[in-house]
Protein backbone atom coordinates (compact mmCIF):
# COMPACT_ATOMS: atom_id res chain seq x y z
CA UNK A 1 0.00 0.00 0.00
CA UNK A 2 1.41 3.29 -1.22
CA UNK A 3 0.63 5.99 1.17
CA UNK A 4 2.14 9.74 -0.04
CA UNK A 5 2.39 12.68 3.16
CA UNK A 6 3.45 15.79 1.65
CA UNK A 7 4.53 18.69 4.07
CA UNK A 8 6.37 22.26 3.49
CA UNK A 9 3.71 24.32 1.66
CA UNK A 10 2.86 27.88 2.67
CA UNK A 11 2.93 31.71 1.85
CA UNK A 12 5.64 33.33 -0.15
CA UNK A 13 6.71 36.76 -1.56
CA UNK A 14 7.54 36.51 -5.24
CA UNK A 15 11.17 35.55 -5.79
CA UNK A 16 11.47 33.47 -3.06
CA UNK A 17 11.82 30.05 -2.15
CA UNK A 18 10.02 26.68 -0.65
CA UNK A 19 10.99 23.23 -0.57
CA UNK A 20 8.53 20.92 -0.58
CA UNK A 21 9.05 17.24 1.03
CA UNK A 22 6.74 14.08 0.39
CA UNK A 23 7.37 11.06 2.35
CA UNK A 24 6.78 7.87 -0.15
CA UNK A 25 5.72 5.22 2.03
CA UNK A 26 5.67 1.68 0.37
CA UNK A 27 6.99 3.30 -3.34
CA UNK A 28 10.60 1.52 -3.05
CA UNK A 29 11.29 1.08 -6.89
CA UNK A 30 8.10 3.37 -8.03
CA UNK A 31 8.55 7.04 -10.18
CA UNK A 32 8.14 9.38 -7.74
CA UNK A 33 6.79 12.85 -8.94
CA UNK A 34 5.01 16.60 -8.17
CA UNK A 35 2.47 18.04 -9.75
CA UNK A 36 0.43 20.72 -9.46
CA UNK A 37 -3.20 22.27 -10.04
CA UNK A 38 -3.99 26.08 -9.56
CA UNK A 39 -7.92 26.89 -9.03
CA UNK A 40 -9.93 26.51 -12.36
CA UNK A 41 -6.73 24.95 -14.15
CA UNK A 42 -6.12 21.11 -14.60
CA UNK A 43 -3.65 19.27 -12.68
CA UNK A 44 -0.85 19.83 -14.39
CA UNK A 45 3.42 18.16 -14.26
CA UNK A 46 5.70 19.93 -12.22
CA UNK A 47 8.55 17.24 -12.31
CA UNK A 48 9.21 13.39 -12.00
CA UNK A 49 12.08 11.35 -11.01
CA UNK A 50 13.00 7.86 -11.28
CA UNK A 51 14.09 5.69 -8.42
CA UNK A 52 17.55 5.54 -10.17
CA UNK A 53 17.71 9.50 -10.39
CA UNK A 54 16.05 10.23 -13.80
CA UNK A 55 14.52 13.50 -13.92
CA UNK A 56 12.04 14.74 -16.26
CA UNK A 57 10.63 18.97 -15.55
CA UNK A 58 7.99 21.02 -17.13
CA UNK A 59 9.39 23.59 -20.04
CA UNK A 60 8.09 26.28 -17.50
CA UNK A 61 10.27 24.82 -14.71
CA UNK A 62 13.63 23.93 -15.97
CA UNK A 63 15.76 26.38 -13.89
CA UNK A 64 13.67 27.04 -10.89
CA UNK A 65 12.62 23.93 -9.34
CA UNK A 66 14.91 20.46 -8.23
CA UNK A 67 13.48 17.38 -7.55
CA UNK A 68 15.35 15.66 -6.05
CA UNK A 69 14.55 12.11 -3.65
CA UNK A 70 16.23 10.14 -1.04
CA UNK A 71 15.56 5.91 -1.23
CA UNK A 72 16.22 5.19 2.41
CA UNK A 73 14.01 7.64 3.30
CA UNK A 74 11.11 6.99 0.78
CA UNK A 75 10.78 10.76 0.31
CA UNK A 76 11.13 12.85 -2.66
CA UNK A 77 11.47 17.07 -2.37
CA UNK A 78 10.87 19.46 -4.13
CA UNK A 79 12.92 23.02 -4.12
CA UNK A 80 11.37 25.30 -5.62
CA UNK A 81 13.38 28.96 -6.58
CA UNK A 82 12.72 32.28 -7.58
CA UNK A 83 8.52 31.98 -7.40
CA UNK A 84 6.53 33.86 -9.27
CA UNK A 85 2.61 34.25 -8.52
CA UNK A 86 1.66 32.10 -11.43
CA UNK A 87 3.22 29.13 -9.15
CA UNK A 88 0.24 29.50 -7.02
CA UNK A 89 -1.39 25.94 -6.74
CA UNK A 90 -2.02 22.67 -4.48
CA UNK A 91 0.99 20.78 -5.04
CA UNK A 92 0.43 17.00 -4.85
CA UNK A 93 3.25 14.43 -4.73
CA UNK A 94 2.51 11.28 -7.04
CA UNK A 95 4.04 7.99 -7.25
CA UNK A 96 3.83 5.53 -10.10
CA UNK A 97 4.03 2.08 -9.37
CA UNK A 98 2.80 -1.42 -11.62
CA UNK A 99 0.84 0.86 -13.80
CA UNK A 100 -0.93 2.50 -11.21
CA UNK A 101 -1.37 6.34 -9.70
CA UNK A 102 -1.11 7.22 -6.00
CA UNK A 103 -1.75 10.80 -5.15
CA UNK A 104 -1.02 12.86 -1.99
CA UNK A 105 -3.41 14.69 -0.14
CA UNK A 106 -1.60 17.78 -1.98
CA UNK A 107 0.07 21.30 0.16
CA UNK A 108 -0.93 24.66 -1.01
CA UNK A 109 1.83 27.16 -1.97
CA UNK A 110 0.67 30.72 -2.82
CA UNK A 111 3.40 33.08 -3.90
CA UNK A 112 2.43 36.83 -3.13
CA UNK A 113 3.18 39.59 -5.95
Known amino acids: QVQLVESGGGLVQAGGSLRLSCVAS??????LGWYRQAPGKQRELVAT???????NYADSMKGRFTISRDNAKNTVYLQMNSLKPEDTAVYYC?????????WGQGTQVTVSS
Open 26 to 31: GSSGSR
Open 94 to 102: NAYLLYKNY
Open 49 to 55: ITSGGRT
